[in-house]
């Protein structure tokens, strides 16, 4: 298992994917800590002052915000063995093609736990330096430091989700499209109509946003609930998407 | 290893692409897996290999099959495949399936440079010319230092050096070796030179079985003589009056069936009659290679004693 681990590392670092995925984390974390500080307790904004408890927990989950990237990680580390083909010769030199998915599952995480570490490492860092600029830095205490570690945690399950998506889907424009579709339509859909809204907090952004932050938002979950609902979506997409790996024809 | 298939079918919905195959591989030679395009053998050698479900039958490696070998890598290795991810270094490629079957990573540029690739290890495969696509993958065959190679069509893309090339490989690799070698090709004069046994399939079934030697013999068989003489009507009479057919062609020509060149001499010499040309025309192995996969659509809805029977038991 540790060795089809490593083969899963050696597929990932040796193509750029992966950087380029981990700058636009970055890009796109730093970029929400700065407007968000900038706007920060204007009145047209709504935005909560900084310095206040509720700034504070918005801004550090920031990093959450890249889960999309994330989650394209995992699709992308699934599907590529099918869109490049290399699949044939993965199965081949692993049989047990279970222990492939699952391999993958546990390289993903571990690599994403990494990648979500940088991201709110300059997530926090930028918010010091800005924030700090207008009069108040947040502090790493306990409070902050449970919410950066719940925007790492959710990052890992995102990708955790994405391979098992990929698994299930095989096709990776279409992961991809379906991923970015059901996270910026039809889950803020759900979130937003009240006849729907009750389910939302069952749903994984619903589990997200109770992990790590939510703002003048729907009725959900207690904190450790969200993160369970999250996990469990990640180890149902791990499951079904090894069944379906390992019932599957490759041809 | 002896590779055994034993009653292999799969059908895709409807569609039967592999029907009760059986045939086997012996080590120390090249068995080659013949049959048109759409014949199964893709589907067949995939199965083998564990990448697809059979509905029925099984294929084994010494009595193991595929999916259940402790260590497939060094086992059989295998080229169905030259497809690889454009933006991964050939060198890099390799490295992966040495992670993942426990080999030093070594193995990558010793199997580049038995390939012929170590130039180009550090491209990038997409920039790969198709005849390097299948020297890589062949690369990632031998890995294992498998004592079974399995090849799928490895000579499409190669340039005639490549293919001088690949015949010595293969031969060296099961004669020298012997390991067991199994490489399918649609076409019977790609690899006529290189195999020692063939296994013919069309329509998904096992249309012939056997040495190349046998098969040679049976064209040799099948041929006609053709004779010219100057008394050609005169020699027909006495060719016929021995049970032999005879058509004759005009202008003193004979194509007579049924005999070899050198009892018509030896009856042409009794008779006292005078020859210009006595020609054994035998039909050439890419004949009796289409005469035993041609019209196989009609297989397709299998009637009993169809010509796959014949076929076989020839």
Partial sequence: MI????????KLFTTKVWLGLLLGSVVMVAAFAV?????AGEDESGLPAVGTPLYEDLILSTAANANILFLILGIIGMTQEYRHRTATPTFLTSPRRGQVVIAKLIAYALAAAAFALVVVIVNYVVVVIHAGARGAAPSLDGDNLATLAASLVALVIYAVIGVGLGALLRNQVGAIVGGLVYLFVIEPIIRSVPATAGAYKWMPGGGLEALTATFEGPDLLEAW???LVLLGYGLLAALLGTLLAVRRDVV | MRVEVRGLTKSFGAVRAVSDLSFTVEPGQVTGFLGPNGAGKTTSLR???????????TATFDGVPYTALPDPSRTVGAVLETAFHPARSGRNHLRVYCRAAGLPLERADEVLRQVGLSDAGGRRAGSYSLGMRQRLALAAALLGDPGVLVLDEPANGLDPEGIQWLRG?????????GRTVLVSSHLLSEVEQTVDRVVIVGAGRLVREGSMADLRAGAASGGTVLVRSPEAPRLADALRADGAQVAADGDGALTVSGRTAAE???????AGVELHELRPHTSGL???YFQLTAGQEQFAAPTPGAPVAQGATR
């Avoid at chain 1, 060795?3 to 050696?10: G, I, K, N, P, S």
């Avoid at chain 2, 018509?264 to 009794?270: L, T």
């Fill in chain 1, 3 to 10: 060795r089809l681990v490593r083969a899963e590392w050696t």
């Fill in chain 1, 35 to 39: 407007f968000f500080t900038a706007f």
């Fill in chain 1, 225 to 227: 609930q969200g993160g």
């Fill in chain 2, 47 to 57: 199965m083998v290999l564990g990448l697809i479900r059979p509905d029925s039958g």
């Fill in chain 2, 169 to 177: 490989f293969l031969r060296h690799l099961a004669h020298d070796q």
């Fill in chain 2, 264 to 270: 018509i001499g030896s009856r042409a010499f009794a």
């Fill in chain 2, 286 to 288: 890419e004949e009796i």
